[in-house]
């Protein structure tokens, strides 16, 4: 039991647990990924996750000067590895719902380096089943071990291994889904439920019981069989006889709290994803909000971690980094995009040609430079008359038309 603690909350030889030492309610379901993906709550949480992360270019950035100021690589083999083409069979986009996905469910994604044969360059970005890898401390040196299908066990060292991990220890990540055990047996539990009343069409169990005795034990089978008979042909509220009552062993669906109970898990699975609720049910009144907070607090962490692995484990090189482009996801309307974009170029914050490579346009001459308007002028200096000054025009004169 010790070591199990000592697994999640510190670093301890051996392999590094990623699972909560008991349920927090006994009897909680285990969670595998089959079973809480035909959640549809939990679906709707990891899709746009997913698809927010994978739809985000990654920039190769080689930075210039003392300043920090950089240039962005467009070719290249790591330019192809990680915006064209990260291994045989998958595409950028492919590769990052894999990764993500992992990250989300399991609290950990594991990527298997390949370096081509004879060469010291990276060739290819093999994802692995986070659930076929352990990942274990041994005298200060962590590796990773892959159990394949066939019983095979291949073992990694840690410069092999492109491990990009959730909250935990330092070491691995926490699953998420194995946390959120018992929300998930709720979850399971509730709709269980709700199939089993549709099921029976919302029919009534019960209680027959009569004022006076049936006298024998056939007319009771007999009287029995009518009733079910009559229950069961959708003939409406069946009628008893003079004499007998009907109590209810099944409670009703306003009883149960069937609907407002579904309702709550899908909050909480809002809450175990970062999603905010409004969001995910697309019931608000102001979604562009929404969609910020959910970017700035639940996928740009993701990205900051993610481009920290990446330069750690592939670029290793202090001259150059890797950067999602983050800015895509802010879309906003196009009122409000536009009048921010106007101020940039305004205030000389960003070239025009930078907010065009962002709306997917393509660079023209002339718009690399950073521009600023030059009617801002300090109010000591209004009398000034300068030669290079663009004529103004009086607060008390209308404007003239160029």
């Known amino acids: 039991m010790w070591s199990w603690i000592k697994g999640l909350l510190g670093n301890y030889n051996g392999e590094q647990r990623t699972k909560p030492v008991a349920p ?22 990891v899709n746009k996750i997913v698809r927010s992360m994978s739809g985000l270019p990654i920039d190769i950035l080689k930075i210039v000067d003392d300043d920090d100021n950089t240039e962005i690589i467009k070719s290249g083999q790591l330019h192809d590895l990680l915006n064209r083409q990260p291994n045989a069979y998958m595409t950028p986009s492919d590769f990052l719902k894999k990764i993500t996905l ?80 018992t929300t998930l047996t709720e979850a399971v539990s509730a709709q ?20 006076t005795p049936i006298i024998s034990p ?46 709550f898990i899908v909050k909480e699975f809002s809450r175990w994803f970062g999603i905010p609720y409004g969001l995910l049910t697309g019931e608000s009144n102001d979604l562009v909000e929404l969609s910020n907070y959910f970017y700035e607090t639940t996928v740009l962490p993701m ?11 592939i670029i290793k090189d202090d001259s150059m980094k890797v950067k999602f ?16 974009q106007t101020s940039y170029v305004q205030n000389g914050l960003r070239t025009r040609n930078e ?38 025009t009086p607060i008390s004169e209308q404007p003239v038309k160029q």
């Open 192 to 211: 269980d439920a709700s199939i089993e009343m549709f099921r029976n069409k919302g029919k009534l169990n019960g209680i027959l019981s009569a004022e």
């Open 355 to 392: 907010l065009r490579r962002e709306d997917g346009f393509g660079r023209i001459d002339g718009a690399d430079e950073l521009t600023a308007q030059n009617n801002l002028y300090p109010l000591d200096k209004l009398g000034d008359v300068n030669a290079n000054q663009v004529k103004q």
């Open 218 to 263: 056939k007319q009771s089978k007999d009287f029995l069989e009518t009733f079910m008979q009559m229950k069961n042909a959708d003939l409406g509220i069946p009628l008893l006889p003079s004499g007998f009552k009907f109590q209810s062993l099944t409670m009703s669906p306003v009883e149960t709290q069937l609907l407002a109970t579904r309702e």
């Open 24 to 45: 927090i309610v006994p009897h909680t379901k285990p969670a595998t990924v089959n079973n809480i993906l035909q959640i549809p709550a939990i679906w709707e949480c």
């Open 325 to 340: 482009r983050t800015s895509v996801l802010k879309r906003m309307s196009d009122q409000t995009r536009v009048s921010m």
């Open 102 to 181: 992992d990250y989300l469910i399991h609290g950990n994604a594991y990527v298997r380096i390949d370096k081509a044969r004879g060469a010291d360059y990276i060739a290819a970005l093999i994802p692995l089943n986070a659930e076929q890898v352990k990942t274990y401390l041994e005298n200060g040196k962590v590796f990773y071990k892959f159990y394949s299908e066939n019983d095979i066990i291949e073992t990694y060292s840690a410069d092999r291994i492109m491990h990009w991990k959730g909250i935990g220890n330092g070491l691995v990540g926490l699953s998420t889904v194995d946390f959120a055990g």
């Open 303 to 313: 990205c900051i971690e993610l481009e920290q692995v990446i330069n750690q484990k």
